[in-house]
């Protein structure tokens, strides 16, 4: 089992006291480098992308269609496949080309790193697996303060 323990204190003498109690217990101190090795960093428990740090403001659908195609990497999605997914579409009438205009939206929100939703041209869309992108689940988060009064 994995967790995590964020310290919020200006008070650094109390972090490394509790750092300190911490390792003591056999507890190891691991750097947070969560987005720093991938350009897209997808976090689906608390709805949040993130471009190199930087927060991505994308609409539900959108972040569906982006966290749909992170985690099922390396397999063409065809349109329909996608509306069925993500939109919970499953008749003939809807236009496959709301797909389009949404990777099209999530592209331009991801600026330069736009690459890492590949189009199969006549298919549909594929997110081939690669360091640049990661699909991040929270293990149990534990928050310490340090909460003062006044």
Not at 102 to 116: E, I, S, T
Request: hydrophobic residues 40%.
């Amino acid at each position: 089992m994995r967790f995590s323990i964020t310290i919020d204190t200006e008070n650094e003498e109390t972090a490394l006291r509790l750092l300190s109690a911490l390792k003591d217990v056999g507890l190891e101190q691991t750097l947070e480098t969560a987005a720093e090795d991938v350009d897209v960093l997808v976090l689906p428990d608390t709805r949040q992308v993130l471009l190199r740090d930087e927060l991505v403001e994308l609409t539900r659908l959108e972040f569906e269609l982006l966290l749909h195609l992170c985690e099922h990497r390396d397999r063409v999605h065809r349109r329909r496949e996608l509306l069925s997914a993500v939109w919970g579409v499953d008749d003939d009438y809807s236009g496959a080309r709301t797909v389009d205009v949404h990777v099209r939206r999530v592209r331009q929100k991801l600026g330069d790193a736009a690459d890492v939703i590949q189009t199969v041209r006549g298919v549909g869309y594929l997110v081939v697996s690669s360091g640049r992108v990661r699909v991040e689940r929270s293990s149990n988060v534990v928050r310490l303060a340090d909460r003062r009064a006044g």
